[in-house]
Structure formats: structure tokens, C-alpha cells
């Protein structure tokens, strides 16, 4: 995960605890106002913005939130529109009034939408997925054929010298372009040897990236992943908007008879 989305992840719940209970700091100080109890203001305020409370969520798993991976000006634009979007629709279902007060399949209707608008990924990692594994004798080439300052995405598997087994993915920088073997050993820090059939860890440098990874001599490379070829994921906004178009009907319909009839 990208450190700055950790560390917004961590600011937004510091800013919640604000009208939460057992902190709620303004909780106390507008029932200290209003002459209410503080715990019931504090949890009917968190009933208010409980969409502050999953913004982080989304942005953990859609970082285009927070501006990373965009690549152009409409890009840009797409996603301020749909996270804007998002949140009314959000705030709309958790308040239970959109264009007239909402019906229980209205606000799921709603909060499926704003889902759709916060993260279309979800839907499309369920058809396509996001990743494939290469064998890991292939890793010299799919490093080679990274831009400049990439990342390679590496299963490991190995023993701690406590004798914990280990078996996880890492993230390694691969720098400037170059051949594969060239960029591991130099950005990544790891140097390789083959051995029965496997893709062993053979050297590491000291302070390296791979080291700082927690990864040890003679560790397994398993296998390497790397992004598939799939349709971009607002695809998905498409049929967010025909349902969101079904429900603008379905309740201006119903605040019509209600005008109507008074």
C-alpha cells in the first residue's frame, strides 16, 4: 500500500474520534451546548458522517483518490466527478432522502451505486483478474521489461533463522532500465542462483530494498506477478448511471403524487 494512503488512513480516524464515543470531544461540547447527553449526541454525530468513517477504506483500496496513478487531465476529472458523485449518494442513503424519502431497496440501490463510484475495480477484478503469475525463471525478463523506477511484484518463500516459515509477496524497486539481472542486483538489491529446478536468493545487499523486505539468502523465488491486460474499470460507471437514472424515476414519480396530492 502507498505509505501516504497508510497515513491518511490513520488522520481520518483521528479526526473521528472528535464526535465518538468514549473521546468525543465536540460530542461533549455541543450536548454541553444543547444541554443533551453527550453519548447519544456523540453517536447520533457518527450516525452523520459514518461516510468519513469508510472514505479511508476506499481510498486504501482505489488510490486514484488520492491522485496516484492518474494519468491524464480527463482521468482526473473522471475520478473528482465520480468520488463527488459517491459521496451524495452515500450521504443520501445514510440519511434516507435522495429526491423524496428513500425505500429500503432504494437506499441499497444507492449504496450499491456510490460503491460502484468509489471503486469500479471490485466489480472488475471478478472478471478479469488483476493479476497472473509468471514462473519465477521468467523474472529476468519481466524485470527487464518494466519502465524506469517500476516495481516488481515477487512471491518469496523461505525460513527464518527462528525457524518461522515464511511465504508472502513483496514489492521491489527495479531503477533505471537495463537488463533484468542488472536492475535486481542493483535497485532491488538481490542477486539470484538456480538450483534443483528453483530460483534461489543468493546474495543480498546490506540496506538493500530486498533486505529491508525481510528477505533471506537461499529464500525461493515462487513465482513473479504482474498486471493483466483487462478493459479500464469505469466501464462499471455505465450501469451505475442506468441504475442511478432508474431510481431518479422511481422518486420523482413518487414526489410528484405526493405534490400532487396536496
Known amino acids: 500500500m502507498p505509505l501516504i494512503a497508510v ?7 483521528g479526526i473521528l474520534a472528535d464526535d465518538t464515543p468514549p473521546v468525543g470531544l465536540a460530542a461533549y461540547a455541543a450536548a454541553a451546548i444543547s444541554g443533551g447527553d453527550p453519548i447519544r449526541t456523540g453517536i447520533q454525530g457518527f450516525t452523520y458522517d ?7 477504506f476506499l481510498f486504501i483500496f482505489n488510490t486514484e483518490l488520492l491522485m496516484i496513478g492518474i494519468e491524464n487531465w480527463f482521468h482526473l476529472l473522471l475520478v473528482i466527478v465520480s468520488a463527488t458523485m459517491a459521496m451524495l449518494l452515500f450521504a443520501a442513503a445514510t440519511q434516507g432522502y435522495f429526491l423524496t424519502r428513500t425505500k ?7 449504496l450499491l451505486i456510490s460503491f460502484t463510484f468509489f471503486r ?7 472478471i478479469y483478474p488483476p493479476l497472473e503469475k509468471v514462473e519465477a525463471s521468467k523474472i529476468y525478463d519481466v524485470v527487464e521489461a518494466l519502465p524506469e523506477n517500476g516495481l516488481v511484484r515477487v512471491h518469496v ?3 527464518t533463522l527462528e525457524g518461522d516459515l515464511v511465504d508472502k ?4 524497486p527495479v531503477g533505471a532500465p537495463g537488463s533484468g539481472e542488472e536492475r535486481l542486483a542493483t535497485a532491488a ?3 539470484l542462483r538456480e538450483e534443483a529446478g528453483k530460483l534461489l536468493v543468493d546474495n543480498l545487499v546490506f540496506g538493500g530494498a530486498a533486505e529491508r523486505q525481510k528477505i533471506d539468502f537461499d529464500w525461493e523465488i515462487a513465482d513473479v506477478q504482474q498486471k493483466t491486460d483487462r478493459p479500464a474499470k469505469q466501464w ?9 437514472a432508474f431510481v431518479v424515476m422511481i422518486q420523482r414519480r413518487r414526489r410528484d403524487r405526493v405534490v400532487a396530492s396536496t
Open 120 to 126: 469500479p475495480g471490485f466489480w472488475m477484478d471478478m
Open 104 to 110: 429500503w431497496p432504494e437506499t441499497i440501490a444507492l
Open 189 to 191: 538489491g538481490m542477486e
Open 236 to 244: 462499471f460507471f455505465l450501469p451505475a448511471f442506468g441504475l442511478l
Open 169 to 172: 509477496v513483496v514489492m521491489l
Open 7 to 13: 497515513h491518511l488512513f490513520v488522520f481520518y480516524f
Open 50 to 56: 459514518i461516510r468519513t468513517a469508510i472514505l479511508p
Open 157 to 159: 518463500m523461505g525460513e
